[in-house]
């Protein structure tokens, strides 16, 4: 069985400080890890995906994660954080494209910009 | 190009009473997932269908049943509501192919009361 664990319920940066987000997983076979964001009153929507090849995962806004598998850890960075930035973030786990048993979702991290 | 749209937004039920959300895919995806996100949580699968048949199903009782049309979209059932399904219910649809990531709606909020 897949699970993810996201470290931090809520973590607050300044506007223009690094962000760091943690996510491990465990998962029995080579997965595929997505970071999700969700706005207020929203549905999610997808930063970045790492699937087979490049560990470094680049994404939309800025962001960027690294998959690590001897750390079975997949962190989102963002070198300067946005007021905009503000919203809850989700990591997820596959372990197969395609989904037939769905993405496994971590708690969430609710990310607090203060300016 | 249409995006996820999920019918109702919002909805409030009594305990033991059914309910029916609706989804409409994404043009031209031709799978739908479905989830629920309790408060404070991740999102949690509920199931998934592909060419109107259920292939992949999480950890849900029988009571939550779905649909899917041959034009797409998606209905979600619940019945003998219990207080415990209050929550936000995503829609998700995605190409059957590698690398189609999940295009989500914004949901439909479902209070029991």
């Known amino acids: 069985a897949q699970s993810v664990t996201q470290l931090g319920s809520h973590v607050s940066v300044s506007e223009g400080a690094l962000v760091l987000l943690r996510c491990n997983y465990s998962s029995s076979v080579p997965p595929y890890l997505f970071w999700y964001v969700q706005y207020p009153n929203q549905g999610l929507q997808l930063l970045l995906k790492y699937t087979t090849g490049a560990t470094l995962v680049k994404g939309i806004n800025g962001f960027e994660a690294e998959f690590k598998k001897s750390e079975t850890s997949f962190h989102l960075t963002k070198p300067s954080a946005h007021m905009s930035d503000a919203a809850e973030y989700f990591c997820a786990v596959s372990d197969r494209w395609g989904g037939a048993d769905g993405l496994t979702f971590g708690k969430g991290t609710h990310l607090i910009i203060q300016p | ?113």
């Open chain 2, 1 to 113: 190009e249409t995006g996820v749209t999920q019918s109702p937004t919002h909805l409030i039920k009594t305990r033991g009473q059914q309910v029916t959300l609706r989804c409409s895919s994404q043009s031209g995806h031709n799978t739908v997932s479905w989830y629920q996100q309790a408060l404070g949580q991740g999102p949690q699968f509920i199931f998934q269908y592909y060419r109107e048949e259920e292939n992949g199903r999480g950890n849900f009782p029988p009571r939550f049943s779905g649909l899917q049309f041959p034009n797409y979209s998606s209905e979600l059932n619940v019945n003998a509501l219990e207080l415990d399904d209050s929550a936000l219910y995503l829609c998700a649809s995605s190409l059957r192919r590698e690398n189609s990531p999940l295009h989500f709606g914004n949901g439909t909020r479902l209070t029991v009361t």
